[in-house]
């Protein structure tokens, strides 16, 4: 029996343009889960320098039903537009209900066979072939049972790509692909297997807790997971289990498209949603439901849950913010502060920064060095006028800051300014202890007080006492080319080789110093 799709070979090859191998791969896998399997294999064969012979994948799903292969085989999209791969919104079933990743396998094979065991009254079998080449035909033919229970093996012939493939970019993938759906149905056994061995994803796991919230009479058991990147497809959010640890609904997080990378995964299990109406109802509607989205026990869970995910992940912003920090200083972002006045309002400058990072992230997001730099100088230049409070409204017009976020924004601005006022009153302080003890180095003969190791110690870290307009070029007797070199990087910036052609040049001087 020979069947065939109604678009031409080289049109559903456009049309899943946006496929490569990896998410192939990955098709065919969902494909299994799909097909209520809990176990899905990957099997590959390599020679000796490498070149893969044959993959398969098989799964102990329910099969397909060769007599219904018009439904499973024959339709496809006949459009243009090339097919996004997305994730299912509010519910983790069906992944591909598109019915297109039978034929992604073009991207890394010339031809794909399925054989197949369904249960239709009795165990019956069969086989399907297509050929990358001609992806509008598939052959199909019934055969006896090739397995004892219902399972699916599609095995791939000519392959395109090398088993370093599969170990750098294919398992990699799988693992950011299906790390949050094997932790969904952990309970049940679902589980990946590569070449006998189960795919490990712990790698990816950067922090993990369990924990119990009770509201009422309710009990909900809760398993929180924050991964150390982005996975494909799927954004932090919640998982709804009933008592049978079934999905039932999943939902987006608060912390979505925040900027930052704090990517997280909440499983809420609770009897509590065995019959429980996700659907948005109105009060009359409410009375008809006992348990809806107006229900008090759900409420104040999702309160509580976010509540947890702030504090989960302020230190880990703060984190973030100090590696922020490092990185501008490597690229040169701040301005340069030449004296003690000057670097009390850096500190000030990089605590602002980091403050902000943690109300709003998405601010430094995308930003070229060009930007950083802009940006950085803008704020700095706020802070030096006293001009803080403005940083406050400029935010607001830009971003979209919610109650909290402003209470934290309008915080930060009360501690810096605290902060700057601290931070002032200690530097004086200190300047006054210099003042006296240069006083006392000078005039008081029985302190012994010598030029090298008390009086230039002294002056050269702090040469404010000649103006603040002053730099320091060199100290502790440097030789005299030394001295020009460093001088002309604070004229233009530029650091040559020099070689200063005179009698004393190898002749040393105490401290050199700049307007």
Known sequence: MKRETKITSAGIKKVLKNYNHNNSIAEFIWNGFDAKATTVKLDYEADAIGRIQSISISDNGYGINTAKLDEKFDKFYDSEKSIEIQSPKHSSTLHGKNGIGRLTF???ANNAEWKTCYKNGKFRGGIIR???????????????????????????????????????????FLKEEFCWFLELHKSKGYRIIINNTLLDYSDL??????????????????????WSK???????????LNSKNSEVYKDFTTLNRKGDQFYHSLYIQSNFFNNFDFRNQNEAQTLLFAKAKSAPEYKTLNKELDIFLQKKRKPYLRHYAETLIDDYERLGVFPEFKNSWESARKTELKETIMGLYEVQPKIFIDLNLEQKKTFVRFLNLLLESNEREHIFDILEEVTNLDSAERKDLANLFKTTKLNRIVATLKLIEDRYRTYHDLYDIVFKPELNAAE????????ENH?????EEYHLVTAAEPKFNEALRRY????????????????????????????
């Open 106 to 108: 073009f991207t890394f």
């Open 130 to 172: 297509i050929d990358s080449d001609n992806l509008k035909s598939s052959t199909a033919v019934e055969t006896e049972p090739p397995f004892q229970e219902t399972e699916t093996t599609v095995t791939f012939n000519n392959i395109t790509i090398f088993e370093q493939n599969i170990q750098k970019e294919v398992i990699p």
């Open 205 to 226: 796991i950067l922090d993990s807790e369990n924990f119990v919230i009770k509201e009422q009479s309710a009990v909900f058991e809760i398993k929180y997971i924050q």
């Open 230 to 240: 982005i996975l494909n497809k799927e954004n932090s959010k919640f998982y709804y």
């Open 452 to 459: 090298v190791p008390h009086l230039q110690t002294l002056i």
């Open 463 to 467: 040469y404010w006492i000649f103006g």
């Open 488 to 515: 002309i990087f604070h004229l233009n910036g530029e650091k040559p080789e020099v070689n200063i052609d005179h009698e004393h040049k190898n002749k040393e001087m105490d401290i050199f110093s700049c307007r």
